[in-house]
């Protein structure tokens, strides 16, 4: 079955600093890898996706995500993080991009 | 275009009580779906629908109908409310994208209270 962990509930950065939030995987086929964003009251916005090819993918905002298989994981970064970046992020594998399986989410804080 | 729409944004049911969640899209997607979201859970697939007429269940199914009619509308039915459907639902729509897989476009959701 498919499965999607984010070991990380709530994460606080300072503004400024770097981020990675953790997506770790379970598919049985080739994964279809998406990160959406959250904020309070809204809707899911994409961020990125992976389909195939590089396995380094550049998204909105600034966010960057990198695919390795060998660790079934697709970890989130930016480099430099703003207090607008604070929301809530969730990691998604779905068949070719459908029938998506959500972790839990991550709640990113950002202080000044 | 007004991308993916949902009714209504709000609403509180007593236990027992029907009612219809809408979903609209205007883009012309075969592939619809319906998710609930609770806290510490994400996201899980409820049913979805490749075509009008044809639906199928996700995840989540029980307690919920659907049924779709035409391209644009996915509406998701609640029968008999239960304390345990408190959520906020989200529609989806999703195309083919050209070098293969498939991009979802989510409604802004709707805010479900059942007492």
């Known amino acids: 079955a498919q499965s999607v962990t984010q070991p990380d509930i709530h994460i606080t950065v300072s503004e400024g600093a770097s981020l990675e939030l953790r997506c770790n995987y379970s598919?049985?086929?080739?994964?279809?890898l998406f990160w959406y964003v959250q904020s309070p009251g809204q809707g899911l916005q994409l961020l990125l996706k992976?389909?195939?090819?590089?396995?380094l993918v550049q998204g909105i905002k600034g966010f960057e995500a990198e695919f390795k298989r060998s660790q079934s994981s697709f970890n989130l970064r930016k480099p430099s993080v703003h207090w607008s970046d604070a929301a809530e992020y969730f990691c998604a594998v779905g068949e070719y991009g459908n029938k998506l399986v959500f972790g839990a989410g991550t709640i990113l804080r950002v202080k000044s | 275009n007004a991308g993916v729409t949902q009714t209504p944004k709000f609403q509180v049911l007593k236990t027992g009580q029907s009612m219809t969640l809408q979903c609209a899209q205007d883009?012309?997607?075969?592939?619809m779906s319906w998710y609930r979201q609770d806290p510490g859970m994400g996201l899980r697939l409820i049913h979805y629908s490749v075509g009008a007429g044809i639906t199928d269940q996700g995840e989540v199914p029980n307690g919920y109908n659907v049924s779709r009619s035409t391209t644009e509308d996915f509406p998701l039915r609640l029968l008999s409310a239960a304390p345990s459907q408190t959520s906020v639902y989200f529609c989806?729509?999703?195309?083919?994208?050209?070098?293969?897989?498939?991009?979802?476009?989510f409604g802004p959701g709707t805010r479900l209270t059942v007492l």
């Open positions: 992976y389909f195939s090819g590089d396995t």
């Open positions: 598919y049985g086929a080739t994964p279809y």
């Open positions: 989806a729509s999703s195309y083919p994208l050209a070098g293969g897989g498939n991009e979802q476009f």
């Open positions: 883009m012309n997607h075969e592939y």
